[in-house]
């Protein structure tokens, strides 16, 4: 009798706990749904470790932004944009496509890319200036790998995204994505409709050309004698001339130590760095932990940081990454917008990313002076190690447009080069007064040839 009265005391009580168990993983469960792709956003995650998964930094969003969006019109006419991306209607559009696709896609084949065909129709195609590794890229729409993207992709630097060309009985609903890889093979994928009740959900019309505009035409549909996926700009375009402006205040003629000792307390939590004398042509300020910042009279901004790093955890490239844009968005003195132009990982496990401007709707290009004084390769270069950055190193200086300047821009002349190759048009950082366009070869920069236009 005991024994019986025994058990019915336990059962409520096992009843009991086996309900709590359910409901801390129905929680889980609903946080995992929710909320797998923000960081620290699951409470039993966060206090439970044995529950935890790797976190997805919230900065590989950006990651997954292309340097640029090629949008093909029709009949061979594209249009190129640099600036404001993030909220482009194109880039809207293609992210929905490309979530679906990593959620819902079709594989559909593997084969030697055609831009012929794939250009003929109009697209989106979104352009990386870095291999894109496929497992990244799914980190970055906040989803996991081993999906159908990382099974088959691999490294790629454009995709193509074409939208039905009509809607209807029997018309095209399916979105036919296109990764092309870094060997040159198209990957195809296509993207169905969430559900037949919405067969026209990814029905989108890319409309013609503006009648205004500076325009490109696709290296394959024109014969021209450069890699297939490459856009040659022709005929006519117009530029504003671009002009630079330093933003610390106490750097234009004397230096004053105060003005800029105050700007730099971004690299030092916050608070006032000592100053010490002038070495040459260098400021030097530090703090008196380990944070060095060397400021030189060629307006070259050095920070280093000398802290311990604890590298017994495991080094990912997301990790490091997501690092090096939460530091460059504390810095207020970068107003410019910026994108990941190359990366380079070390011996040490340790990852340096390189990142250009755009501005006017065009990338600022590296060469010729400011390289052989300050070792740069790009305007902004910073190192993380094991997610702490340890150097940073860029131009210090803002650029902006100067609307006064206007110039016509003969485009042709560089059809006609010997050694075309991979080619893109840009800003060439100088010392001169107003930065003027050019066309970046692989191996070396030739300069369009403009006429001023004296603004009315």
């Not at 394959?220 to 205040?249: C, D, E, H, K, W």
Request: proline share 6%.
């Amino acid at each position: 009798m005991s024994r019986v009265r025994n058990i019915n005391e336990i059962f409520p009580a096992a009843k009991g706990i086996l309900i709590i168990l359910l409901a801390l993983l129905t929680i889980y469960q609903t946080g995992v749904l929710w909320f797998g792709n923000i960081a620290n956003r699951n409470f039993l995650q966060n206090h439970f470790p044995f529950l935890q998964q790797p976190t997805i930094p919230e900065e590989l969003g950006l990651l997954v932004t292309p340097y640029r969006i090629v949008t093909g019109h029709g009949d061979n006419n594209f249009s190129i944009q640099y600036n404001g991306l993030r909220d482009a209607e194109s880039k809207r559009y293609g992210d929905t496509v490309l979530l679906h696709l990593l959620q819902n896609g079709t594989f559909i084949s593997t084969r030697q890319a055609d831009f012929t065909e794939m250009l003929r129709e109009p697209a989106y195609i979104f352009e990386y200036a870095f291999p894109m590794e496929a497992e990244w890229f799914t980190l970055g729409f906040g989803l996991r790998e081993g999906n159908l993207v990382t099974r088959s992709a691999g490294t790629f630097r454009q995709i193509i995204i074409r939208p039905p060309s009509f809607s209807g009985a029997g018309g095209e609903t399916e979105v036919s994505v296109f990764f092309i890889s870094e060997n040159g093979y198209a990957i195809e994928f296509a993207v169905p409709p969430p559900s037949q009740d919405e067969p026209d959900f990814f029905v989108h019309h890319i409309p013609s050309a503006p009648a205004e505009g500076n325009r490109f035409v696709s290296a394959a549909l024109s014969g021209i004698n450069a890699p297939p996926g490459q856009f040659v700009s022709r005929g006519t375009f117009m530029f504003y001339g671009i002009r630079r402006s330093l933003p610390y205040a106490g750097v234009y003629n004397d230096f004053m130590i105060a003005p800029l000792q105050n700007q730099l307390r971004t690299f030092f939590n916050n608070q006032l760095p000592s100053f010490e004398e002038p070495d040459a042509d260098v400021w030097v300020f530090r703090d008196m932990q380990h944070t060095v910042v060397r400021y030189h009279t060629t307006h070259l901004l050095e920070y280093r940081n000398f802290h311990a790093i604890n590298r017994s955890a495991p080094v990912r490239f997301v990790d490091n990454y997501a690092a090096a844009i939460q530091f460059l968005e504390r810095d207020d003195m970068i107003i410019n917008e910026f994108f990941l132009a190359d990366f380079h990982e070390d011996e040490r496990n340790r990852h340096t990313f390189y990142f250009n401007y755009v501005v006017a709707n065009m990338p600022l290009i590296m060469c010729g002076e400011f390289p052989e004084s300050s070792g740069l390769r790009h305007p902004l270069e910073i190192t993380v190690d094991h997610g702490t950055v340890v150097s940073f190193r860029k131009l210090a200086y803002n650029f902006h447009v100067d609307e006064n300047e206007i110039f016509r821009g003969e485009m042709d002349a560089i059809v006609q080069h010997a050694r075309l190759g991979n080619v893109s048009l840009g800003y060439r950082i100088s010392k001169s007064e107003i930065f003027m366009p050019y066309w970046c070869l692989e191996s070396e920069q030739v300069r369009v040839p403009t006429t001023r236009i004296a603004y009315p």
